[in-house]
């Protein structure tokens, strides 16, 4: 008598393997905050969770689900808006590669050190999640697909807040311009594979209003704050250091 | 594409949903509509994904969701069936976290009875 083996789901290699803690081969970043730290999802978000979709019509143009996100995974950093940056692994969009980010979290000068990891991968899609103190607990999922003679791409983030200061400013204005980072991108990448005046439609639902009281904590985790710290206490810092050098 | 059915079977104390094919994002409607079907105070939800052929990330989006509002409505999430794999998606995922995880549905319906 043979055993039967089990064919595996034809899903298998686009999953990730589970890591207890992230690492990385990326470089080019200014910091690592990444490496150590666990992934996060909307399940372990402080704020309220958001659903966010983005679409844009590649109308007149020849290009089919697979060939757009493979270009958009080859050229994935080209597309974000300037003054963001995105240090690809070494293996590129890749399930289980980490990639490390600059970005800022609110307007203004603050630039936040953190990653993503592609738990995700396929001819169609790929989908990140962030790691501990990344100012969102997130899935973000990039896709194209066919709507009749056009191929349209899409950019969904199921997501919440990490912590209380993050929730204040979304509410405050971060939300928006977390969604115009979003658009920009769709527009870019869209501009890229030759439309003209790409048209981006958002779509958001707030799935659930309460915030998550339990995960008040994440705070002392948020790589925007220990920028803010760092930013912040500078002067102090450089002022310290130029007293000894005197002394 | 196989595309997704389920079944909702009423037990004495959750209510089943027994997912056949596949789950991506064009789910959704069959996996809300089934949710929907459970009757008036169910606490407890099952799902059963033996018969699960092909989970993308879109189809763990919506097991997120349906966690929210299963969570909105006072109820807990079970899960059954998992092969090995799809119990790793959902620790890679950290879903393991929120939504308890049973061998068989004898298990699952002990927990959520208990």
Redo the contacts between chains.
């Keep these: 008598m043979t055993a039967s083996v089990?064919t595996?789901?034809?899903?298998?290699d686009?999953?990730?393997?589970?890591?207890e803690r992230l690492s990385t081969t990326a470089s080019g970043a200014s910091r690592d905050t990444v490496t150590g730290r666990?992934?996060?999802?909307?399940?372990?978000g402080f704020g309220q969770?958001w659903?966010k979709t983005f679409t844009v019509r590649l109308d007149g143009i020849d290009a089919d689900p697979e060939s757009v996100v493979r270009h958009w995974k080859e050229r994935f950093p080209s597309f974000w808006p300037r003054g963001a940056r995105f240090y690809a692994p070494l293996s590129g969009i890749q399930p289980g590669e980490v990639a490390l980010l600059e970005v800022a979290p609110m307007p203004g000068p603050v630039r936040m050190s953190t990653g993503v990891m592609v738990?995700?991968a396929?001819r169609e899609?790929?989908?990140f999640?962030t790691p501990e103190g990344h100012a969102l607990s997130a899935?973000l999922?990039f896709?194209a697909s066919r709507d009749g003679d056009v191929t349209v791409v899409q950019a969904?983030a199921?997501e919440r807040t990490a912590d209380p200061i993050i929730e204040l400013t979304y509410l405050l204005g971060a939300n928006r311009a977390n969604d115009r980072f979003w658009e920009e991108t769709l527009a870019n990448l869209a501009r890229s594979l030759g439309v003209e005046t790409p048209v981006v439609s958002a779509h958001k639902v707030c799935?659930?209003r309460?915030r998550q009281w339990r995960y008040f904590g994440n705070v002392r985790k948020s790589a925007a704050l220990a920028m803010a710290l760092g930013t912040m206490t500078a002067p102090a810092r450089w002022l310290r250091r130029h007293r000894a050098a005197r002394d | 594409m196989t595309g997704t059915t389920i079944d909702v079977i009423p037990a004495s104390s959750a209510t089943i949903l027994r997912i056949h094919g596949e789950i991506t994002?064009a789910s959704e409607a069959t996996l809300m509509d089934a949710y929907g079907e459970a009757p008036p105070g169910t606490r407890s939800v099952v799902l059963d994904f033996s018969d699960l052929?092909?989970?993308?990330?879109?189809g763990?989006?919506l097991l997120?969701?349906l966690?929210?509002r299963a969570?909105?409505a006072g109820q807990r999430l079970l899960a059954i069936g998992l092969?090995e794999?799809?119990r790793?998606?959902l620790?890679?995922?950290?879903?393991d976290?929120?939504i308890g995880i049973h061998d068989d549905e004898p298990a699952a319906l002990a927990a959520a009875s208990a």
């Design positions: 089990p595996p789901p034809r899903d298998a686009a999953w990730a393997r589970p890591v666990r992934v996060v999802g909307p399940v372990q969770m659903q738990i995700y396929d899609s790929f989908t999640m899935w999922t896709s969904q199921l799935v659930d309460r | 994002g052929e092909y989970m993308n990330s879109g763990i989006g997120v969701t966690l929210v969570q909105r092969s794999h799809y790793q998606i620790s890679l995922t950290r879903l976290e929120a």
